[in-house]
C-alpha cells in the first residue's frame, strides 16, 4: 500500500499515474475528434476519475484506523477531519451533479462551438497542476518541507494560469464567437448560459483552492508542519484534486460529447 | 438603564432605534423617489427600521457583542456590498438607482445581501479562530470558557449544549413569526369574500392580494427553517450525550451552523418588505422570475440557511462515526442516532438541488441567463426536478427524527423493549434511499413527459413499507406494556396518531389518477400539515418536554403541559379535516378568496377556530418553557426511569458532560429485563474533542 512506501517509489508513482492520466486525455480528445463516441468518453472520464481519487486523492485513507488507540492523538483526530471533509466533497459533487443534469437536460447531445486547442490547453495546465500537487504532498510526507513549498508554488502558478485562462482567454473568446450568457442568441438558445454557469461554478472552486494553498504555503514558511502533522496540507491536496476532478468531468461535457451548435 | 431589566431595555431601543430606522429610510426615499411617491408602509423605511431595531433590540439586551455585534455588521456589511454595486454600475453607464421604489436596483440587493450574511459571521465572531488558524496560530484545545447565566446564549459558544438550547429558541421565535403568518392569513380566509387583506391596501410596496401571496410563502418557508433548526437544536443537544462524546465533532464548524441561520433568517424577513414575493414557498419559475425583488431575498435567504444544515449535517455524521463510546456498535445505537444519520445523508446530499435551482432563478434575473426562460430555450420543468429532488427527501428529514424521538421514547414509558430494534434503524435508511426516487409526484400535473408518471407512482407507493415497518414497531412496543402517560408520553401518542392520518392521506395523492383532481387544492395542505406535525412537531414537543429536566434541572409543568396537549390535538385534528374538507370541496390552495357559491365559508370559520385554538396551546407551550426554566418542579434524577446514559448522572448536565466515560454493556431498550443496564462507567476521563 502506498503508505509504506519510500519516497523515490512514492514519488514515481506519481510520475506514472500522471503518464496514464495524460494518454487518456489525449485519447480522449481525439476520440472526440474523430467520431462520436460519448459512451467512451464517458467511460474514460469515469477511469481518470478513479485514478485520481485513489492514488492522488488517497481515498482508501478514509478506511484506515490510525490512531484508534487514543482518541486524544493527532493522527485520530486528522482521521476524523478527513472524514468531514470528504463528506463535505461528497456534498459539493452535488452541486456539480446538478450542473450536470441541468446541462444535459437543456442541450442534450450539442454543445458549445469553443476553442478546441484552448480547451485542452486550460485542461493540460490542470492536471500537470495536479501532477505538482502530489509531489509536494509527498514531499512533506518525508518531512521535506523545502520540496512542499516549491512544488506547491508551482501547482499555484499554473492554477492560477488555469483560472486567468477561463475567465480572460476563453470567456471571452467565447463571447467574441457570439456566445452569450443571456440567451440572445436564438440559435444557441440556452448554451451560453449552461456553459459560463459551469465554468464560473467550476472557477469559484479553483479560486478557494488557491486560496487554501496559499494558506497551507505561508503555514509551511512558518514552518508548522512536519512528517507526521500536517493535516492542513492533506486537506489543501485534497481539495485541489477535487476541483481536478470536476473537470475531469466538466471537460468532455463541454468541449467534446455531441454536436457542436453554430 | 442599567438597573432596568435586559427585556425592557430591549424592547425601548427596538422602539427608539426602530424608528430612528424608520427615519433615515422614509429620508431616503423622499431624497430619491420624490415626497410624491413615498408611501409611509414603503420597503426601504421599513427595511431600515427592521434592520436597526433588531440590532437595537439585542443591543438593549446585551450591549455591542455577540449577535449585537453580528447585525450591525450585517447592516453595514448589506450597505457596503450594495453601494459596491451601484459604484460598478454607475461606472458601466447604467442607472445606479432603482426607479420602482425599491432604492437601489436588484443586483445590489442581492450582492448587499451577500456580503452582510458573511459580515455577520465576523461580527459575531465564529470565524475568529479559523482565521487564525490560517494564519499559523494555535488555539488552546480547551474551549473558551462561557460566561454564566443566560448572556451565553447570546454570542458565539462552542458547548453542544449552548448550541443546542440556542437552535431550540430560535426555533421557537421563527415558529411564533410564521404562526402570526398563519393567524392573519386564516382570519382573511375565514369568510369569502376580501375583508382586510384588499387591493386598495398598500404596505411594504404591495397590495393585500399581494402581501397575502407573501404572506402564505413566507409561512411556508420559515416554519421550514424553523423545522430545521429545532432538529438540529434536539440532536445538537442529545446526540453527543447519548454516544458519550464531549461535544461534536467540530465544535467551530457547529456554532458556524448554528449562526449562518440568522442572517439567513433576517434575509428571509426582509423579503417581506421588499415588495414581497407570490410563488408559494416552492418558487416556481416563470412566476418567481417576475416577482419583486423580496424573491431575491427569499431565495438568498434560503441559499444561506442551507449552508447551516448542510454543515450541520457532516458534523453529525462525523460525530457519530468518530466518537461513539466502548461498546456501541452499531446494532447497539440509540434509535434517535439511526434516524438522524439517515436524515443527515439527505441533508448533505440533496440540499445542494435546491440551492442549485434557486441560484440559477436569481442569475436568471440577474444575468438574463433564461435556464427557465422557455421562450429563450431554457426549460421551466427543469426547475421543478431540481427544487423536488431537495424538496422531497426534504421532508423525510423533517419527519425522520422526529420518527426516531418517538421510537426512543415509547420503550421508556411502556416499560418494554423496542419491537424490532433492526427493522426499525433499516426503516430510517430505507426511507431515505427511497426518498430519492419519488420527487416527481409533485408534478404529475406538470407537464412533464407523461411515461414517467407511472414509475414515480410505483416508488412513491413504496415509502409506506418502511413507514409501515415503523407503525407496527410502535403498536407492538407498546402492546401489553405499563404504560403511563406524563406529557412527553402524551405528545409521543399524539405523535403517532397525527403521523398515521397523514401517512393514510399520502397514497391518493401519489396515485395519479386521484391526484389530478387533488393536486393545488387543500387536500394536500391538509396532508402535509398532518405529516409534519405527526413526524416534527409532536415529537418536537415530546422531546422538548422530556429532554427539559436534563438541560436546567427542573421539569416543564405538568398542568400546562396536559392543557397544552388536550388543546392542540383536537384543535389540530379539525384544523386539517377541515383543510381537507374544504379541499375535497373543490378549495384551491393559495387563493385569498373563494367563490360564496361553494359554500366554503361555515368549514373554513370552523378551521380559522381551530388554528386559533392551536396557536393559544403553543403559547401555553411557550409560557411554562419561560416560566419553568425558573419555577419549575426540581428534577435532579432519572425522571423518567430511563436506561439511556445521560439520565444516569445528575441533571443539569455539567458544562463537560460525563467526568468519566462510560461502556455500553447491553441493549439500549431492554426494559424490564433485569440486566445490568445498557451502560456502565468506568474510570476513565472522557475522550476530548478539538
Ligand atoms: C413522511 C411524511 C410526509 C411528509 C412530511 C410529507 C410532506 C408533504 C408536503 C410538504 C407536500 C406538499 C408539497 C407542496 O406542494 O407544497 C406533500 C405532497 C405530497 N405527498 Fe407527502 N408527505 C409525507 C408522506 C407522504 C407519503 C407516505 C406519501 C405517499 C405514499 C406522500 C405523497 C405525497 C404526494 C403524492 C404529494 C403531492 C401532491 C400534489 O401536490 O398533488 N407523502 N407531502
Ligand atoms: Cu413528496
Redesign the interface.
Known sequence: MAHTQDKSSALSQGVIIFVYLAVLTIIEYFVALTFDATGLLIVIAIIKAALVMYYYMHVYKLNSDEGADN??SYA??A??DR??LW??L???T??F???M??RM??LGLTRPHLNQALGLFVTAVLLVSSFFMNRGETAMKFGDVKGFMKNTAVTFVLGLAFLLGVVFVEWRMAAAEGLT????N?AT??V???F??MTGMHAFHVLTGLIFLA?VW??AR?G?YTAEKHW?VEAATVYWHFVDLVWIFFYPALYLIGKVVQ | MKNINPVWRGLISLIVFGALGYGVGFGISVLVNGAAKTSPAGPIPSVFALFFGFAAFFFGVIGYRGVTRGLTWQVIGTLVGAFVVVGIRAAMGLSAFDGKGFFLPEGAWVFGGLVGAISFMFGVGVLSDWVK????IETPEEHPQDESGWKKFFSVSLDHKVIGIQYVVTALLLISIGGLFALIFRTELAASQLQFLTEGLNIFSQNGLQLFNTLISLHGMIMIVSILLGIAGITNYVIPLLIGAQDM??PR?NAFSFWIAVPAVVLLLSSLVLGGFDTGWTGYPPLSTLAPVGMQMFFLGVFVAGWSS?LG???L??TV???RAKGMTAWRMPILIWSSIAASLIT??????I???FQ?VM?QRL?????Y?AA????PI?FQ??FWFYSHPVVYVFVLPGLGIISELLPVFSRKPLFGYRWVAMSSLGIAMVGYIVWAHHMFASGMNEYLRIPFMYSTLLVSVPTGVKFFSWVATMWRGKISTPTPMLFVLGAIMVFFIGGLTGPMNATVSTDLFLHDTYVIVGHFHDTIFGGFVFPFFAALYYWFPKATGRRMNETLGKIHFYLMTPSFFVLTFGMMYAGFLGMRRRIADYDPELHLDGIHLVTTIAGYLVAISVIVFIFNFFYSIKHGEKAEGNVWNSRSPEWQVPSPMPVHNYDKSFEVIGEPYDYGSGDNGYVKFIDEPA??A?
Open positions: 482518541r486524544n485520530y483526530k482521521a476524523t472524514l468531514g463528506l463535505f461528497l456534498s459539493d452535488f452541486v451533479a446538478g450542473l443534469v441541468s437536460n437543456l450568457a443571456s440567451f440572445g436564438p438558445g440556452p451560453g448560459g449552461v459560463y454557469l494558506v505561508n503555514n512558518k508548522i492542513g | 488558524w490560517a494564519r499559523g465533532a467540530f464548524l448542510i449535517a457532516i458534523n455524521i462525523t462515526v468518530r466518537m448533505l446530499t440533496a440540499t445542494q438541488f440551492g442549485l435551482s440559477m442569475f444575468f438574463g441567463m433564461g435556464f426562460d429563450k430555450g431554457g426549460n427543469l426536478h431540481l475522550s476530548n478539538h
